[in-house]
């Protein structure tokens, strides 16, 4: 069974620009998160969308945003690209967001690299 | 704020010993609490987690973890590590009742193990 695919994988973009990634959680999972992890730091919580809807937002800048479509994929757009941005963004999947039955499946993540 | 913290940035450990990594969190009200574990070139994947019941919680590859509500701590140990389990360890807390996707992580623990 295929994971948590995530594209792309790496990419570089300039100061100012925008980058939206893409996400497909496992097959049957509802819910999709979105973590940022800085080199050297653990995954900082974004989002989380259920069944299309935002469950939950981090402390992020309004220049990321989310969405979720009717096959559960999810994009992460982040606009006015800032130096700081640069990070390796994960996605992780689960079955519900009702209730917690605890386990987060994650991507591989895409590495954003800022100049 | 909810936190959590990671004693350990690096460890290394000879093959066979014991280990015992660190967690503490931050937070009043009653947690969901999980190890992670990312090995090199993979993604994270959980390792164990603690919702309530038995503090002593077992986990995949003979790890385990006691949660100590008192002090606030969901400490790691295996009694004998292997090169394979060199990897990085994340500690992670959720809120119970709150949404699953959003975790908080600590900072991570790297563990290197010398054949």
């Known amino acids: 069974d295929a994971g948590v695919t995530q594209s792309p994988t790496h990419l570089i973009k300039t100061r100012g620009q925008h980058v939206t990634l893409r996400c497909s959680p496992i097959?049957?999972?509802?819910?999709v998160s979105w973590y940022q992890q800085v080199l050297g730091q653990g995954p900082q919580f974004i989002f989380q969308?259920?069944?299309?809807?935002?469950?939950g937002r981090g402390n992020f800048p309004d220049r990321f945003s989310a969405r979720q479509f009717p096959n559960y994929s999810s994009e992460l757009n982040v606009n006015a690209l800032l130096l700081g941005d640069s990070a390796l963004y994960l996605c992780?999947?689960?079955?519900?967001?009702?209730?917690?039955?605890?386990?987060?499946?994650f991507g591989e993540g895409s590495r954003l690299t800022v100049l | 704020a909810q936190s959590v913290s990671q004693h350990n940035h690096h460890v290394i450990l000879s093959e066979a010993a014991s280990l015992e990594l660190g967690c503490n969190y931050s937070y009043g009200g009653t947690v969901n609490l999980f190890w992670y574990v990312q090995y090199p070139g993979q993604h994270l994947q959980l390792l164990l987690k603690?919702?309530?019941?038995?503090?002593l919680v077992k986990g995949i590859k003979g790890f385990e973890a006691e949660f100590i509500k008192s002090k606030f701590s969901f400490n790691l140990r295996k009694p004998s590590v292997q090169w394979s389990d060199t990897a990085e360890y994340f500690c992670?807390?959720?809120?119970?009742?709150?949404?699953?996707?959003?975790?908080?992580f600590g900072k991570g623990t790297k563990l290197s193990v010398k054949p």
């Open positions: 992670a807390v959720s809120r119970t009742g709150g949404s699953q996707g959003n975790l908080i």
């Open positions: 097959s049957g999972h509802k819910s």
């Open positions: 969308y259920y069944e299309k809807e935002e469950r």
């Open positions: 992780a999947s689960s079955l519900e967001s009702s209730r917690n039955t605890g386990e987060l499946f």
């Open positions: 603690y919702f309530s019941g038995d503090p």
